[in-house]
């Protein structure tokens, strides 16, 4: 007789899972950014499915993603997360600190990227302004008020 142990699921272990994702309240100006992440690698394909999970009441399920190609590692232009496929386009003219999430019915949302390394509340400090300062601020912008070196 076989016996499945299965994980046990902790807060630790489902905090370390959930993206650290803060996202505008609906009808906020939107300006260019639509909310902030703050990965916990430089491997998209290894954060796409939590984000994609964290996102689906924002954009539906997810069909694409665009992102600046020397911000991540290499990745495949096609990965499935869960039971979709999902096109990873990436450019170089696009701001490094940048992602643009697009979901069914061609909604989107534009994510400041805060770099993997920041330190913790520096990070915390970007996402939060993410959300609450001026909506023209850009990315070089809000990483540098919050003590993050916005430099690739």
């Known amino acids: 007789m076989a016996i499945s ?3 046990e699921t902790t807060p630790e272990r489902e905090q370390l899972s959930a993206p650290r994702l803060r996202m505008k309240q609906a009808g906020s100006e939107r300006g260019h950014f639509d909310g902030g992440w703050w990965p916990r690698s430089t491997d998209l394909v290894a954060e796409l499915p939590a984000l994609s999970s964290a996102l689906k009441q924002w954009v539906g399920p997810v069909t694409s993603v665009s992102y600046h190609l020397d911000t991540w590692g290499p990745t495949a232009r096609k990965v499935r997360v869960g039971d979709r496929t999902v096109r990873l386009e990436g450019f170089r003219f696009t701001d490094p600190h940048t992602i643009t999430v697009i979901g069914s019915g061609s909604r989107s949302a534009s994510l400041l990227v805060v770099p993997p390394e920041a ?6 400090a970007a996402l939060r302004s993410v959300v609450d300062e001026e909506p023209a601020a850009s990315a070089a912008e809000i990483l540098s008020r919050n003590g993050i070196s916005p430099a690739l």
């Open 5 to 7: 142990v299965q994980p």
């Open 119 to 124: 330190p913790r509340d520096a990070a915390r």
